[in-house]
């Protein structure tokens, strides 16, 4: 079954961390390039941050310094590490892949940071 499993969201407080990690099932995973989007209630889906199959990486503004991407070829997997969260990277956040003929979107996995 080709499909994209996201785990690790919840509620964490401001200045805390969270790891959120993605499984690919069904795939090629190496020639995908992987992704993390979200999307806040009311607002558009955003990019967060992105893995080329080529290992490197690129990251919207506002999460700069405090996300990392990265990836597990041999886990089939993305991850992305969250520090230093703040109420406003609060949000669904979804595990994207996009390869030569198919792109894959997750299910999603809810991040509430909130005192």
């Known amino acids: 079954q080709v499909q994209l499993v996201e785990s690790g969201g919840g509620l964490v407080q401001p200045g805390g961390s969270l790891r959120l990690s993605c499984v690919a099932s069904?795939?090629?995973?190496?020639?995908?390039?992987m992704a993390w989007y979200r999307q806040a209630p009311g607002k558009q889906r955003e990019l967060v941050a992105r893995?080329?199959?080529?290992?490197?990486?690129n990251y919207a503004d506002s999460v700069k310094g405090r996300f990392t991407i990265s990836r597990d070829n041999a886990l089939n997997s993305v991850f992305l590490q969250m520090n230093s969260l703040k109420p406003e990277d609060t949000a669904d956040y979804y595990c994207?892949?996009?390869?030569?003929?198919?792109?894959?979107w997750g299910q999603g996995t809810q991040v509430t940071v909130s005192s």
């Open positions: 994207n892949a996009v390869g030569p003929l198919t792109t894959l």
């Open positions: 893995v080329a199959t080529s290992g490197s990486t």
């Open positions: 069904g795939i090629h995973f190496p020639i995908y390039a």
